[in-house]
């Protein structure tokens, strides 16, 4: 049978999630930094919460594709 993680566990992750994103954004994200570096900085950012936000929802392991 396999293990899948619960509703509960999801959403605590997405919560952390959203709370390391802002704190984030705040100190590197977008208008921080020098001239453009603060938007490339955001863009990462922004990249990386989407790819963990999308792992988190579908339960998806990005280390077993490899």
Known sequence: MEERPGCLGGLLRLAFLNAIFDWLQERFGFGRGLSCSGIGCGVIL?????????????????TSLF
Do not use: E, N, P, R
């Not at 990249?47 to 990005?62: K, R």
């Open 46 to 62: 922004m990249i990386l919460f989407v790819i963990l936000v999308c792992s988190t929802c579908t339960s998806t392991d990005w």
